[in-house]
């Protein structure tokens, strides 16, 4: 008797790239299934894409809300409960979530970020990591908890920085990590198993 899998919900604000990868890698047997594409903004280039693979879309424009972070955040927490959503993956989502969402989500809220966290929290972490001449940098998967990029780590791929590189061809780099990254991780977690994934 497999288990019922778990309905994944993913957060956007862009392209979806790492969205697409997820969607595709739940087929038949996985333990989660794509139940709803959600962006902050409706001309997000994902939307169109979840749309193609045969997910459920939806958006909600942030702007109008102006600072009422809380009365945005309500008007997608209604929208991932009647999705009956129980595990969210913010993909490229680039909207900073409140507290109070974000503990209507313990434990059941992902995200990825373009660095090896604990390093580079926040934006420009390839100009960081170059910045920093580090030999290294990558891509980290980790549970959302309410400080921002800072909870429990669930995987991490990596890659050598080569001395050729620019912030853009670091990024051009660690996103196919990503898209390798977030569906293993995503797999795992979603039965059960919070081993961290380690790639490179
Ligand atoms: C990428 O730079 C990725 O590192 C970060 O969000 C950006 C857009 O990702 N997670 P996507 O193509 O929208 O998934």
Redesign the pocket.
């Known amino acids: 008797m497999t288990a019922t899998p778990r309905r994944v919900a993913i957060l956007?604000?862009?392209?979806?790239?790492?969205?697409e990868a997820l969607v595709r890698s739940m087929g038949p047997g996985h333990p989660a299934k794509p139940v709803l594409v959600f962006s902050n903004d409706p001309d997000a280039g994902?939307l169109a894409k979840a749309r193609k693979m045969g997910v459920p879309t939806f958006a909600i424009d942030h702007r109008p809300f102006g600072k009422d972070r809380e009365a945005f955040e309500q008007a997608v927490d209604k929208v991932l409960r009647q999705a009956r959503a129980d595990l969210i993956c913010l993909?490229?989502f680039m909207r900073i979530l409140t507290p109070g969402f974000i503990a209507g989500w313990d434990g059941q809220m992902l995200n990825?970020?373009?660095s090896l966290l604990p390093l580079y929290k926040g934006l420009h972490t390839h100009e960081r990591a170059l910045q920093a001449g580090d030999a290294e940098h990558g891509?980290t998967v980790h549970e959302v908890t309410a400080a921002l990029d800072d909870g429990p780590i669930l995987g991490q791929a990596r890659l050598a920085v080569r001395p050729e590189d620019t912030a853009e061809s670091l990024?051009a780099r660690?996103?196919p990590l990503?898209h390798q990254l977030y569906p293993a991780v995503l797999k795992r977690y979603a039965a059960g198993d919070k081993t961290p994934v380690l790639i490179g």
Do not use: W
């Not at 956007?12 to 969205?19: R, T």
């Open positions: 956007i604000s862009g392209g979806g790239s790492n969205m994902g993909a490229g990825i970020h373009p891509c990024a660690v996103l990503e």
